[in-house]
């Protein structure tokens, strides 16, 4: 079966402008998650939603960035204001039910890029 | 920032050597996991453990849950080309109540000459 998919690969963009990024879930999974990795560093928590509510945003570095999960399947990062440290690559998971110990599936991420 | 500390930060073995990684933290786990990540791609998790002093295979892979529950080692047996990549530990800190809130460590860069 298809596995989690994000769109786009690849997004360069100028500073100060919006970018929105796209995750689609595995099907059925009702646990998705953002992360953000930085060159040469481990995928960073970002937000996780359960359904369509967010349970856990804590890892937002600031209100620029914000996350909707509508219909408790596709799911969008958007970035406001853009600056160059928000250049990484952005990975999406999800998971069948968000239970403790659960397999995350990651994307393949979306590497940003900020001039 | 991060939590858990990888070493080494990289290796570099021959075809055919066996590699140890291991991963600390100050902080108690109750679940530790082990992903590799290859260019362009996202983690893939390998093994994952539950329990304290626990030693589980996937092939050539073998990993440890340290007694203490603050680290976890993972072995590779007889290393071949294809086990070039990153390779992360991970899991969601004990206490905590958001299950999903991952935390990885740095990564540990594995580059295997044919």
């Known amino acids: 079966g298809a596995g989690v998919s994000q769109t786009p690969s690849n997004k360069v963009t100028e500073k100060g402008k919006y970018v929105e990024l796209r995750c689609d879930p595995i099907?059925?999974?009702?646990?998705l998650y953002w992360y953000r990795q930085s060159l040469g560093q481990g995928p960073e928590f970002l937000i996780y939603f359960q359904g369509t509510g967010a349970a856990d945003d804590s890892g937002l570095p600031n209100d620029r960035f914000f996350a909707v999960r509508p219909e408790g399947s596709v799911s969008t990062l958007k970035i406001q204001r853009t600056e160059r440290g928000d250049s990484a690559v952005y990975l999406c998971?999800?998971?069948?039910?968000?239970?403790?110990?659960?397999?995350?599936?990651f994307g393949p991420g979306t590497r940003l890029l900020v001039l | 920032g991060q939590q858990l500390n990888q070493s080494p930060q990289s290796m570099f073995i021959q075809e055919g050597e066996d590699v140890s990684m291991n991963c600390t933290s100050s902080s108690i786990f109750n679940t530790w996991l082990w992903y590799k990540q290859d260019p362009g791609e996202g983690p893939v998790l390998l093994i994952a453990?539950?329990?304290?002093?626990e030693l589980t295979s996937n092939g050539r892979l073998t990993a440890q849950f340290g007694i203490t529950r603050k680290d976890s080692f993972l072995n590779i047996s007889a290393s071949i080309p294809s086990d070039v990549g990153i390779y992360f530990c991970?899991?969601?800190?004990?206490?905590?109540?958001?299950?999903?809130?991952?935390?990885f460590g740095q990564g540990t860069i594995l580059t295997v000459h044919p």
């Open positions: 998971a999800s998971s069948l039910g968000g239970r403790a110990g659960e397999t995350q599936y």
């Open positions: 099907s059925g999974h009702t646990a």
């Open positions: 991970a899991g969601p800190r004990a206490g905590g109540t958001s299950y999903g809130k991952l935390t």
């Open positions: 453990l539950y329990k304290a002093g």
